[in-house]
């Protein structure tokens, strides 16, 4: 007699969500400088939670939020918040976390594009 295998369960959005922080703040930690070209890249075309969740996996990546915070003299809890999908961080903020992550904002003329 055959026994049926039980089918794992689907994993939830928030798990899968979280699954893929860990995934790309461990390939950011692993080669740093793909982090940096995909924050640029989404400084560039992507949309705020885009850029959010970017910062998020490179403070994960290179140093954990808690100590990028420490670094960057600012509440760890607010930092967690202010990275989140729905945050809304000042600028001082996010100067204060790539500061703290050893990078700086900076600002170029966009590439020429045909007008629509």
Do not use: C
């Not at 885009?50 to 998020?56: E, N």
Request: glycine fraction near 6%.
């Amino acid at each position: 007699m055959k026994t049926a295998k039980a089918k794992p369960a689907k994993k939830t959005a928030k798990q899968r969500a979280v699954s893929n922080d860990d995934a790309m703040a461990k390939r950011f930690k692993a080669d740093p400088e793909y982090g940096i070209y995909y924050l640029n890249h989404v400084l560039a075309e992507g949309t705020q939670p885009d850029i959010l969740r970017a910062l998020r996996w490179l403070t994960q990546a290179f140093d954990g939020l808690p100590k990028t915070a420490a670094k960057a003299k600012l509440n760890p809890t607010s930092v967690y918040r202010s990275l989140s999908v729905n945050g809304n961080p000042g600028l001082d903020t996010l100067l204060a976390l790539l500061k703290a992550l050893g990078l700086q904002f900076s600002v170029k003329k966009e590439s020429s594009r045909e007008a629509a």
